[in-house]
């Protein structure tokens, strides 16, 4: 019975555990440190042959409307349109995905032809990125890991 009852509270302690690790990753505020954890990948998609920023930031066109997917082995797992400042923003359950495993399994593809920003652009092919981390956000009990694009490429048989 002591031994059941023991169990049980490891697994408790194990299930309450792990998410709060997962949640401190990096950056540990004060003593307690953050409880709730994000992952957010954001970045700017511009109207350009590879999707990035050119010489000048503010005389770059940017790519609205875009439909922007997470995909990890293969698999979309989440999707976000860039707005009119061609901004998207995608946020990730950290219980439910690991840092790690965005860095190293997954990228950034846009599929939306950039014939639809600037009809001088492919009509065929897409745009992909792998991500990098860029540090963490910390407000009260609140962590957000922050992800941008490493870069996007353009690609023409992207599917
Ligand atoms: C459209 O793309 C072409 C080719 O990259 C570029 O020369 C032109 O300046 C772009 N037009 C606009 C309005 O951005």
Redesign the pocket.
């Known amino acids: 019975m002591a031994l059941k009852s023991l169990l049980v509270l490891g697994l408790l302690i194990g299930c309450i555990a792990l998410p709060l690790a997962q949640a401190q990753l990096g950056g540990l505020g004060g003593l307690l440190g953050p409880i709730f954890g994000l992952l957010r990948i954001q970045g700017i998609l511009f ?1 350009t ?1 590879n999707g990035n920023v050119g010489v000048s930031a503010t005389a770059t ?1 940017v790519f609205p409307n875009a439909l922007v997917q997470l995909q990890c082995g293969g698999n979309v797992v989440s999707t976000a349109t860039t707005d009119s400042s061609g901004v998207f923003s995608i946020l990730m359950d950290p219980v439910n995905f690991l840092l790690s495993t965005l860095l190293s399994g997954c990228r950034l593809a846009v599929n939306t032809p950039l014939a639809s920003c ?1 009809a ?2 492919p009509s065929v092919g897409g745009l992909a990125s792998n991500l990098q981390f860029v540090g963490n956000t910390v407000a009260g009990l609140l962590n957000v890991a922050n992800l941008v694009p490493t870069g996007f490429q353009f690609n023409a048989n992207l599917h």
């Open positions: 109207c042959p066109p600037n001088s652009l």
